[in-house]
C-alpha cells in the first residue's frame, strides 16, 4: 500500500480514471472546491440563521464573539464550505428571512462561474512618444512590422492606442490622436490584416473609434468605462465587443491618494452600472478590466487580483493589464524594461483566478508562459 496527496486541479478527470460512477464524479467533484465567503453588516438575526443552516449541511461560518447573544446588531461572518455544500445551503437560504434569500441568490450565482482555460493574449502597440515602456512605441511602417511580429509570436488581439494613459500624462486633442494612429489604420486596413487578427482601438473619443472601426477593428477598448455615451452607441451601431476598464479619477489625477470603502465591492457596483449602460444601447460582448493602476494602490491591485473570481458572477469576461506597470517596481525596484518577470508573475496569477484576456507588451513570452500553465491544468 502507498499514499500520496494529489492537487485538485483535475480532480473531475482523476474520478474518472478511477471509474466513479457518472453521477458520483460530479458530487464528488464539488466536495474538493472550498469556498471562503465574506459577509459584511449582516443582521445578527441572520447571522445565527446562517451558522446553523451552514452546520446542518456541513458547512461553517466565523462569527464575531457575541452574536449568539446579539451583542452588536450588525456583524461580519465568513462562511466556509465547499461548492456542493453552498449548492445545499443556498436552497436553504432561500426561504429565510433578514435578507438570507440575497445571499442565496449570491451563492447561486457564484456556483454558476466556471473559469475559461482559453485565454487570449491582447498585444500592445503605442502611435505616440509618451508612452510609459519604450518598447510598445511604433509608427506607420514600423508598426505594420511588429503587428506582423506579434501575430507570428501568438497574439490573439491586438489593442493600438495613440494617447498615453499613464499617471500624470497628458490629454491631447482628439483631432491629434487620430492623425497619430490615422496611418496605421490605413495600413491596416490596406494589407486587411484584420483578417489574421482582431484589432482593439485603445481609445475614449467616438471619432478615433469611428475611424477604427470603419478600418476593419472589432473591440474597443474604453479606460473610461462607458463614461461617453456616443462610444456605447458606436459598441452597438457596429456590433463591437467593447472593454469597459475601472479607473478612479483621470490618468492625471488617478494616483493621487485613492481610496475605497472596498476596492472589490466597490468595482463590482461600477461594473454593474456599466453592464446595464451597454445593455441599454445594444452591445452585445463586453469585457471587464478591473483597471490595474488606473486609481489603485499596490494593496488595491493585489486584492483585485487576488479576488477575480468574485467579478465572474457578473457573467462577462475579465481582461487583466498589468504589463511591465510600476506596481512590479514596488515590490521589486525596477525600470519597466526590468519588467518581464513581474508581468508574467501577475498575469499568470490573473489566469488562474479567472482574467480570460492579458494584455501585454511582450506577446511571445506569454505565449510560452500560458501554455506551460495550461499543461499543468490539462496533464
Known amino acids: 500500500m502507498r499514499c500520496k496527496k494529489i492537487a485538485n486541479q483535475n480532480i473531475k478527470e482523476y474520478l474518472q480514471k478511477l471509474d466513479v460512477d457518472r453521477g458520483g464524479v460530479s458530487i464528488l467533484a464539488k466536495k474538493t ?5 465574506e459577509i459584511t453588516n449582516l443582521h445578527v438575526g441572520a447571522a445565527n440563521i446562517l451558522k446553523q443552516d451552514a452546520l446542518s449541511v456541513g458547512a461553517d461560518t466565523a462569527v464575531p464573539r457575541g452574536t449568539i447573544i446579539a451583542k452588536e446588531p450588525y456583524v461580519n461572518v465568513l462562511l466556509i464550505a465547499t461548492a456542493r455544500e453552498l449548492e445545499k445551503l443556498s436552497k436553504k437560504l432561500l426561504v429565510q428571512p433578514f435578507g438570507l434569500k440575497e445571499i442565496a441568490h449570491f451563492l447561486e450565482s457564484l456556483l454558476k462561474v466556471k473559469k475559461t482555460k482559453s485565454v487570449q493574449i491582447m498585444g500592445v502597440i503605442n502611435a505616440n512618444d509618451d508612452s510609459f515602456f519604450s518598447g510598445s512605441r511604433f509608427r506607420d511602417k514600423d508598426a505594420v512590422e511588429k503587428i506582423e511580429q506579434m501575430i507570428a509570436d501568438g497574439a490573439d488581439i491586438i489593442d493600438i492606442g495613440g494617447v498615453s494613459s499613464r499617471p500624470g500624462s497628458q490629454s491631447v486633442s482628439k483631432e491629434e490622436e487620430l492623425a497619430r494612429v490615422k496611418p496605421i489604420l490605413d495600413a491596416i486596413a490596406h494589407h486587411k490584416l484584420y483578417e489574421k487578427v482582431t ?22 477598448n474604453d479606460i473610461t468605462g462607458l ?36 476596492v472589490v465591492l466597490d468595482i463590482y457596483d461600477a461594473f454593474e452600472k456599466m453592464i446595464q449602460k451597454a445593455d441599454s444601447f445594444g452591445v452585445k460582448e463586453l469585457v471587464l478590466d478591473v483597471g490595474i493602476g488606473f486609481g489603485k494602490t499596490l494593496e488595491h491591485n ?33 525600470t519597466p524594461q526590468e519588467r518581464l518577470a513581474g508581468t508574467l508573475a501577475i498575469h499568470l496569477e490573473s489566469v488562474k483566478n479567472g482574467a480570460s484576456i492579458v494584455r501585454v507588451h511582450d506577446v511571445y513570452e506569454h505565449k510560452q508562459a500560458l501554455l506551460v500553465q495550461q499543461k499543468f491544468w490539462n496533464n
Open 302 to 334: 493585489i486584492a483585485l487580483i487576488q479576488n477575480l473570481e468574485h467579478f465572474l458572477t457578473l457573467g462577462k469576461p475579465l481582461l487583466v493589464g498589468a504589463s511591465r506597470k510600476s506596481m512590479i517596481d514596488m515590490i521589486s525596484p525596477s
Open 199 to 220: 484589432f482593439s482601438i485603445d481609445s475614449y473619443e467616438p471619432l478615433v473609434i469611428a475611424k477604427a472601426l470603419e478600418s476593419g477593428f472589432g473591440i474597443i
Open 33 to 37: 472546491q472550498l469556498h471562503l465567503i
Open 227 to 262: 463614461q461617453n455615451d456616443e462610444v456605447v452607441k458606436l459598441g452597438g451601431a457596429y456590433n463591437a465587443t467593447v472593454v469597459a476598464m475601472h479607473m478612479q479619477g483621470t490618468p492625471q489625477t488617478m494616483q493621487k491618494a485613492p481610496h475605497y470603502d472596498d
